[in-house]
Nanobody, 118 residues
């Protein structure tokens, strides 16, 4: 059974930084396209960053230049470095493997709350 455990969220002021981590178990992490998603109150969950097994990254336009996704296959861990945070980044952040429709492959973890105050 695949488990996704996110951590690292918190409350920061506008312009602040956070680093999220996601530990993955129960699957061969190194073969999966992985991504970070977020869901703000009243909105649908959206993919904000992805990374291939080779390390090629992709980002939602609104986070380009501010967020950096990375992975450590040996530790089965995914990271999201978030800089220059804005109030509109406030959401619950989740990690998952990404399918061809940019949807999550596995059951969602509990997520980690990121709150950016203005």
């Amino acid at each position: 059974q695949v488990q996704l455990v996110e951590s690292g969220g918190g409350l920061v002021q506008t312009g602040g930084s956070l680093r999220l981590s996601c530990v993955v178990s129960g699957t061969i992490f190194s073969i999966n396209l992985m991504g970070w998603y977020r869901q703000a109150p009243g909105k649908q969950r959206e993919l904000v960053a992805s990374i291939t097994t080779a390390g090629t990254t992709g980002y939602k336009d609104s986070v380009k230049g501010r967020f950096t996704i990375s992975r450590e296959n040996a530790k089965k861990t995914l990271y999201l470095q978030m800089n220059s945070l804005k109030p509109e980044d406030t959401a619950v952040y989740y990690c998952n493997a990404v399918d061809f429709r940019s949807q999550g492959v596995y059951s969602w973890g509990q997520g980690t709350q990121v709150t950016v105050s203005s």
